[in-house]
């Protein structure tokens, strides 16, 4: 069974950081992306960043430059370092992770971040 425990969310202010952190484990299957999304109040999940097989990385364009992405050697645990937090990157962050075959999608439980002014 896929499991995706997060952690690292939680309160700071605005320009502090913050460092989320996702270990998937019963990962029985080959990743294709490992990654984030985010959901505020009344909006839609929207993918945040997320880090390929060949280790590339995608980022939407709000967090490029102060978001970073990474993965740990054992490719079965996501991280994303937030810096120069701001109040519009509130909301709950998921983990996601995509297998190469359809079917193999896996969501964590979400984190709460949120950034003061």
């Known amino acids: 069974q896929v499991q995706l425990v997060e952690s690292g969310g939680g309160l700071v202010q605005s320009g502090g950081s913050l460092r989320l952190s996702c270990a998937a484990s019963?990962?029985?299957?080959?990743?294709?992306?490992m990654g984030w999304y985010r959901q505020a109040p009344g909006k839609q999940r929207v993918l945040v960043a997320r880090i390929f097989s060949d280790s590339s990385t995608q980022y939407t364009q709000s967090v490029k430059g102060r978001f970073t992405i990474s993965r740990d050697n054992t490719g079965k645990t996501v991280l994303l370092q937030m810096n120069s937090l701001k109040p519009e990157d509130t909301a709950v962050y998921y983990c996601?992770?995509?297998?190469?075959?359809?079917?193999?999608?896996?969501w964590g439980q979400g984190t709460q971040v949120t950034v003061s002014s």
């Open positions: 996601n992770v995509l297998g190469i075959m359809a079917g193999d999608d896996y």
């Open positions: 019963g990962i029985g299957f080959t990743i294709y992306t």
